[in-house]
């Protein structure tokens, strides 16, 4: 049939703050956290990998860091994180040190993973202060001279901000600068198979410079979906949800699912394996409430 060759699992969005801060209030961020750590570990197969694209805390406080690598530190698998709107630099690149591939220099977040069947590359988006990202020359040069190094390996590219326009005008007046910069490099290498992206707590999809370009939806909160013409902005409970990317090989191609976190709706089997199993009846909590 086919191979599974590499999965890789994404979350986003993680927004861990101090105790008592209105996301451990309102949102309960480090226990939804908690759960998606749970969520990865139990999947079978297991992610080989798993990326955070951004906003892992709230403000960027070394506090922060703190206990949101203490939560992290669950994980089974190699993790791989680059910084959102609301991470800071310094404090994240120190937490993560002994992991060794983020550059310590002060400089931008971003670099490569060469050791899976899929090449990674993270990207920093990160502008000190603002909720808006940017792509600068400076970043660019160093993606298209990175992306210049693998031309037959294939690549996934993630970053915080998406770098297309999304319909919610709100989450756009925050977007990214560079984006038509970032599709011509991206346009000159066609092994990138997907750009991989956070910010917007919400999945959507886009062609993008001769690939695709994904969301994922938040490990807590999500933003309800609001397309009318003002600017609003509303946070809805809807389900946690992370994504899983499969790697089914040159031929098969990378696959996207989203994989909802919880397990409150039990799943009702129909074909275990071997046999279609006509006279099963679903589990009684199989209707939510
Ligand atoms: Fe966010
Ligand atoms: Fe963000």
């Not at 101090?18 to 961020?29: A, E, I, L, Q």
């Not at 669950?74 to 591939?101: C, K, S």
């Not at 013409?229 to 899983?244: F, G, H, T, W």
Request: proline share 9%.
């Amino acid at each position: 049939m086919y191979d599974q060759v590499m999965l890789i699992a994404q979350i986003t969005d993680l927004h861990i703050s101090t105790p008592g801060s209105v996301n451990d209030r309102y949102f309960r961020t480090p226990e939804h956290l908690a759960r998606a750590v749970t969520h990865l570990n139990g999947l079978t197969p297991r992610p080989d990998v798993v990326l955070a694209t951004g906003d892992l805390v709230e403000r960027g406080e070394p506090e922060e860091y703190a206990r949101l690598r203490a939560i992290l530190d669950g994980l089974a698998m190699p993790l791989y994180v680059i910084p959102g709107n609301h991470d800071a630099r310094e404090p994240l690149a120190r937490t993560f040190a002994d992991r060794g591939y983020l550059p310590q220099d002060g400089g931008f977040l971003h670099y490569t993973v060469e050791d899976w069947p899929v090449r990674l590359i993270g990207l920093d988006t990160h502008v000190p202060g603002a909720p808006g990202g940017r792509l600068c020359a400076d970043r660019l040069a160093w993606l298209d001279a990175r992306l210049g190094e693998g031309r037959e390996q294939p690549t996934v590219v993630f970053m915080h901000h998406p770098p297309f326009v999304t319909g919610m005008r709100a989450m756009d007046a925050m977007g990214l600068e560079g984006k038509a910069e970032l599709a011509a490099v991206i346009g000159r290498h066609p092994q990138v198979e997907r750009v991989l992206c956070g910010h917007v707590h919400r999945p959507m999809t886009r062609r993008f410079a001769g690939t695709v370009a994904t969301t994922c939806p938040a490990t807590a909160h999500q933003l309800a979906l609001d397309l009318a013409s003002e600017p609003r902005l509303a946070v809805v409970m809807e389900p946690p949800a992370c994504m899983l990317h499969l790697w089914l090989g040159p031929d098969e191609g990378l696959v996207s699912h989203v994989s909802i976190i919880g397990d409150e709706r039990p799943p009702f089997t129909l074909y275990d394996g071997q046999r279609w199993l006509r006279d099963a009846v679903p589990p009684s909590a199989f209707h939510p409430r």
